[in-house]
């Protein structure tokens, strides 16, 4: 099965439990082929969690999910070190171990918690005892947050965030999707999410977006976009170069997807903000939001 096609029936299938929210299934696929993970941030009840999970259920693969609490520890993700019958040390691994990993209400969790994730969601590796070990391949991570106004939140670090390919925001429905939500959720029940595809075919697409072209013009569009969030006046840090990658990589993704072997200028202007916006700090008293400025560089390149 092409990508293309395996997308489409992803999307399918998916949509048997998420009204509408077209976009935003797509920059989640886009996230896994891309090799990367992706931070959803919205209000609670907005679906973030059953879009994770709608597409982990589309893939045979191992999917494992960490509830973010005040009190979990760094243990309860990545496991711990423990002396066996025989005395010996033996390692118990955590959920981190898996292929699909879903971090629901991350910036629910305490600082330290959040920071073992750093060496994870890079290096895809855990070190314990002085020992590295490998985490299955191919290994994505998707985690939920709520926005920071709502009561025992914590502020997702910078440096933790950038390790996210992309952070999708999700929105309420319009009230025609809400309409469509409550006769899915009358009938979920009945319905039956179909594996499309496994993690060899996961691997095999990560493999083929690397190959798709990335003409210089749209290099020149993706250097110029990202230096433009590093002298806009409204701009405290503006994305650093591992925002060019996460664009380059999205941008053949995306282009995989859709069945073209050429990324365009639009392709980086629909992943802008989702690539763009966690990676940029702004001035508080400024007046203009990240998603302002954005819009700002896009219409003035």
Do not use: W
């Not at 494992?64 to 711990?80: S, W, Y």
């Amino acid at each position: 099965m092409e990508a293309k096609e395996a997308y489409q029936s992803i999307l399918v299938e998916m949509k048997k439990h998420i009204a509408g929210k077209e976009d935003t299934l797509e920059l989640l696929v886009i996230a896994l082929v891309a090799n990367g993970h992706a931070l959803l941030e919205g209000v609670p009840g907005v679906a973030k969690t059953t879009m994770t999970k709608a597409l982990a259920s589309t893939i045979q693969a191992d999917f494992k999910r960490i509830q973010g609490t005040p009190d979990l520890e760094p243990k309860d993700i990545v496991g711990f070190t423990y002396l066996d019958e025989n005395n010996s040390p033996s390692f118990k691994k955590g959920p981190i171990f898996t292929n699909i990993l879903l971090i629901d209400e991350l910036n629910r969790s305490p600082p330290k918690t959040m920071s073992a994730l750093l060496e994870t969601l890079e290096e895809r590796q855990v070190t314990a005892g002085g020992v590295d070990m490998q985490l299955p391949r191919p290994f994505t991570a998707f985690a939920t947050q709520n926005p920071l106004r709502v009561e025992g939140t914590e502020p997702l670090p910078k440096v933790l965030a950038d390790r996210f390919i992309m952070k999708i925001d999700v929105d309420y429905p319009t009230e025609q999707e809400e309409r469509e939500m409550i006769r899915i959720k009358e009938s979920e029940q009945h319905s039956t999410v179909n594996k499309i595809i496994g993690i060899e075919d996961i691997q095999r697409f990560q493999e083929q977006a690397k190959s798709v072209k990335l003409p210089d013009d749209v290099v020149n569009y993706i250097t110029t976009l990202v230096g433009a969030t590093r002298t806009d006046i409204h701009v405290v840090m503006g994305a650093s170069p591992r925002a060019d990658i996460a664009l380059m990589q999205c941008g053949k993704a995306k282009a995989l997807l859709e069945g073209r072997d050429t990324v365009t200028k639009d392709d980086i202007k629909f992943l802008a903000k989702p690539v763009l916006s966690h990676r940029i700090a702004v001035r508080s008293t400024g007046g203009v939001g990240v998603k302002g400025i954005i819009d700002g560089l896009l219409a003035t390149l």
